[in-house]
């Protein structure tokens, strides 16, 4: 049976090119393997792809019961396969706290490591065969790094993710600085898409006791693009928490370059989480949070009702 491989839905670059990344060594080690997709990849992961020749995953919306699978770049069943419980779990890859909620079939490989990035991970975990990779999943590897360390600006970053990632560009004489601004360009652009899309594209469910919140950061080098369409997607707000049976939708907009995020206010609750979780008082229908940028370790954590 083909082992499918995938990361969690609304893929970013890290939960498109590790499922890549690990399809390669599982194959290189003479396993059937397949990486597969939970959603369209943002604009971010595309450019990646294009930019490395890699065929886009094929998108899948839910895996059979039995069906051999790997999990990389996160552990909540909220974000997997509606029947996950029911597939063959034979491994999980993440960086992300354990949330618990997925039952296996039998003992599983499970590495989860405090480290800013996925393939990070897995280049550990390839040993010498790390040594074969050829220039697209190096390229794949180098990109997932650079966007979830924000190219070293995020405070998840570890010397293991750097050093890494130095190695790679070495290895592809990759200029990290230009190739980072070309990633966070791409992922800046956000023209096409509805305000409902841009909610959901890079989104977490998260719940604070009884309330449920999506959990939507956008980083962008280009933050007032988004922040012009800030009333529109304050009700958009509202009709996708609606329609994906949340309390609320959060929205950070990360300014990668300032190294700040804009938390949009359009109501009581979130005026309430935002002074709760972030030590702030919002006056406005945005705050600004000097310092934030991580959704893993400086937003989530922090949130209180």
Request: aromatic share 4%; glycine share 6%.
């Amino acid at each position: 049976m083909t082992t499918l491989v995938f990361g969690h839905k609304s893929p970013d670059t890290d939960s498109t090119g590790s499922p890549l990344i690990w399809e390669w060594f599982l194959t290189h080690t003479g396993h059937d393997a397949k990486a597969v997709l939970l959603g369209e990849p943002n604009t971010e992961a595309a450019f990646m792809l294009e930019r490395w020749n890699l065929a886009k995953p094929e998108i899948i919306s839910d895996v059979e019961a039995g069906q051999e699978c790997v999990i990389v770049d996160t552990n909540n069943p909220a974000e997997l396969p509606e029947n996950i419980n029911a597939a063959d779990v034979r491994a999980i890859i993440d960086h992300h706290k354990l949330v618990g909620g997925l039952e296996t079939a039998g003992p599983i490989d499970i590495t989860i490591r405090p480290l800013a990035c996925t393939a990070t991970i897995m280049h550990d975990l390839m040993g010498e065969h790390a040594g074969h990779m050829p220039e697209s999943i190096k390229g794949a590897m180098l990109s997932c790094i650079l966007s979830d360390t924000l190219e070293f600006r995020s405070p998840t970053t570890t010397g293991a993710d750097q050093s890494l990632a130095e190695k790679l560009a070495a290895d592809l004489g990759i200029n990290i600085a230009d190739y980072a601004a070309e990633m966070f360009a791409a992922k800046s652009d956000v023209s096409a898409f509805s305000d409902a899309e841009l909610l959901r594209m890079d989104s977490k469910e998260y719940a604070v006791g009884d309330t449920k919140f999506r959990v939507s950061v956008l980083e962008t080098t280009a933050p007032q693009l988004v922040l012009d369409r800030k009333a529109s997607l304050m009700q958009a707000m509202e009709t996708v928490a609606r329609e994906d049976g949340v309390d609320q939708v959060l929205l950070f907009v990360v300014d990668i370059l300032n190294e700040e995020a804009t938390m949009l206010i359009p109501n009581e609750l979130t005026k309430q989480v935002a002074e709760k979780s972030f030590a702030t008082i919002c006056s406005e229908d945005t705050v600004v949070l000097p310092g934030i940028m991580s959704r893993k370790k400086q937003i989530i954590p922090n949130l209180a009702v």
